[in-house]
Nanobody, 126 residues
Framework: QVQLEESGGGLAQAGATLRLSCTTS????????MGWFRQAPGKEREFVAA????????RVSDSVKGRFTISRDSAKPTQYLHINNLEPEDTAVYYC???????????????????WGQGTQVTVSS
């Protein structure tokens, strides 16, 4: 069993930088895929970024590319979502997700993920 816990959300001003963390507990392996999704009020859950557990492959959604990066601390069971130059449109609940053996070409599909965190709220003021 895998558990995910997000942290680092909060209220920030437009233009600021934020780092979200997702701590994993339980069994992981190199075929473990970690993802970040977000859901704004009244909108569908949106893919943001994903990476393989070993960090060898990453992908960031075109909608946030250049401002968002995903990384992992190899010494800790923690992955990060770095958000630069926050925009009010980034306001959403951000979710960490994970799955074993997920086919990389489908990593943007939320239904492919078996494990989810509880989410962390990010609110950006203009």
């Amino acid at each position: 069993q895998v558990q995910l816990e997000e942290s680092g959300g909060g209220l920030a001003q437009a233009g600021a930088t934020l780092r979200l963390s997702c701590t994993t507990s339980g069994r992981t392996s190199n075929n473990f895929v970690m993802g970040w999704f977000r859901q704004a009020p009244g909108k569908e859950r949106e893919f943001v970024a994903a990476m393989r557990w070993n960090g060898a492959t990453t992908r960031v959604s075109d909608s946030v590319k250049g401002r968002f990066t995903i990384s992992r601390d190899s010494a800790k069971p923690t992955q990060y979502l770095h958000i630069n130059n926050l925009e009010p449109e980034d306001t959403a609940v951000y979710y960490c997700a994970a799955s074993y053996g997920l086919i990389w070409s489908s990593m943007a599909q939320s239904r492919q993920y078996n494990y989810w965190g509880q989410g962390t709220q990010v609110t950006v003021s203009s």
